[in-house]
């Protein structure tokens, strides 16, 4: 496991999953208190995947799953500005051609101020989410004839749709969401015959890992929580058990006293 990415920090999610293996042992008799106590404290000092993969080597599903990480387009995971994102000159591309075939423009590149795009009897795909703009506004130009466009585009940014179709569309439903401050505005125009223009918001790739790692920490949450709610659940009953069987040992107290005192009147 380590041997690919030993060295790759790990987050809080990582180290609660070790954590729950450490307590499922616990529960389970493989380990005692005083190991489940050495192997947690270091489970919360670990900053690495290398340190925590020997900690539960020995135990079931022992295993912490390193990620995938793209080395090259954005290790860090981190998200850039939009003014970074915003970064002028001509564009990478200004136009794409579909006929009876398809297109696409997707990834790191960069969108001009005006982008032309073409199909017949085919299709393209305009992917805005990881790319860099050109201009604060920018216009892409979709002339669809019996074919179709896709223009997918990252939350925060304002669209706007002014296609004019003729037994076809354009998609309007991305219209009016109001855009993040300092974020690009993109203006969708063009002419749809028999074809369509779609207009899509998705999340970026490292927004959905961050949307994951968030779900998965709540889920993390509502474990401990239940696991807390039973423990606490288990010692309310020991204690009423306790009570129970201290009161019943007072009570045969009481018993063996009033006999031995009934007796010692019947003897008087």
Known sequence: MTDDAPELRASDADRERVAEVLRDALAEGRLDMEEFEERLD??????TYGELAPIT???????????????VKNAGGAETSWAERIVGGEGSSTWGVAVLSGFQRKGRWTVPKRFNCFSFWG???IDLREANFADREIQI??????????????????VVVRGIGIMGGFDHREEGVPGDPG?????????????????????????????????R??????RAAARELRETIRDDV???HRRM????????????????????????
């Open 141 to 158: 130009n979709c002339v669809a004839i019996m074919g179709g466009m896709q223009v997918i585009v990252p939350p925060g940014v304002e």
């Open 42 to 47: 270091a489970t919360y000092r670990a900053r």
């Open 183 to 215: 974020a690009p505005r993109v203006i969708v125009t063009g002419f749809a015959f028999w074809g369509g223009v779609g207009v899509e918001r998705k999340l970026t790739r490292t927004q959905r890992q961050e949307l994951r790692e968030e779900r």
């Open 238 to 240: 020991r204690e009423a």
């Open 57 to 71: 080597r020995d135990l079931p599903v022992g295993e912490v799953a390193v990620p995938k990480v793209d080395m």
């Open 217 to 222: 920490r709540e889920k993390l949450e509502r």
């Open 245 to 268: 069987i201290e009161g019943h040992h007072d009570l045969m107290g009481e018993m063996r006293g009033r006999r031995e005192r009934r007796r010692e009147r019947d003897e008087d």
């Open 123 to 125: 299709g393209g795909e």
